[in-house]
């Protein structure tokens, strides 16, 4: 893998934008220091926001983060365009994970979005509620995504506890996405992951 510093592609909060993200954190402050910008730049950027929760951040504190980056948090909730769910409201099933099934969920989000006049749908999740009895399909779901996303105005950034992936899943997880951010500051590392002719077009941001 070749590490490389990127500038920023569009306006997306954070370096090295692709159209699926992959975020290793160490802790909760490194996972706020990439959310909260990452979802800022969005609401700023007319893009109905979906962030989907995870221990150690909750829906609540996640709300406390941004209002203390951004003071419009409170009316983008209130308005829709801004929506702040636990894992288990998004994943989950009665039959368990849902998988590969929340890649439509999401595509549907974008056109309710593009219809009602958001220039885009930006989503984020935080994985630290996966257990070895479902990785399986959580990676089906992962690998999907690009292929699906392709073309579309979705932009997506998964959270990975780098605690809980050994080598072999965060070489999995790699695979699965156009780049992966470690260390969210100014001078952010930035895997480039999929090869081009795995990407399909650019995004038409």
């Known amino acids: 893998m070749t590490m490389v510093n990127l500038g920023h592609i569009t306006r997306c909060g954070l370096p090295g934008l692709g159209m699926h993200i992959c975020h290793f954190y160490a802790d909760l402050s490194q996972l706020i220091a990439a959310q909260v910008p990452y979802f800022v730049a969005g609401l700023r950027g007319n893009e109905r926001c979906l962030w989907v929760t995870a221990p150690p951040l909750r829906p609540r504190e996640a709300v406390q983060a941004l209002r203390a980056a951004w003071d419009g948090v409170d009316d983008a909730i209130q308005a829709g365009v801004l929506r702040i769910l636990n894992f288990d409201q998004w994943y989950a099933s009665p039959a368990g994970l849902k998988g590969i099934d929340v890649v439509e969920l999401w595509l549907k989000e974008e056109e309710r979005a593009l219809a009602e006049g958001y220039n885009g749908l930006r989503i984020s999740g935080n994985t630290s509620f996966l257990t070895p009895r479902n ?70 941001w």
């Not at 950034?157 to 999995?172: F, G």
């Not at 997880?173 to 990407?199: N, T």
């Open 135 to 204: 990785w399986s399909t959580f990676m089906e779901y992962e690998h999907a995504v690009p292929a699906r996303f392709n073309g579309r105005r979705i932009v997506a950034l998964c959270n990975c506890a780098r605690a809980q992936c050994n080598d072999q899943q965060m070489s999995e997880v790699i695979s699965a996405h156009h780049c992966v951010l470690e260390g969210p500051d100014a001078r952010a590392q930035v895997v480039v992951a999929l090869p081009e002719s795995s990407r399909g077009s650019e995004s038409k």
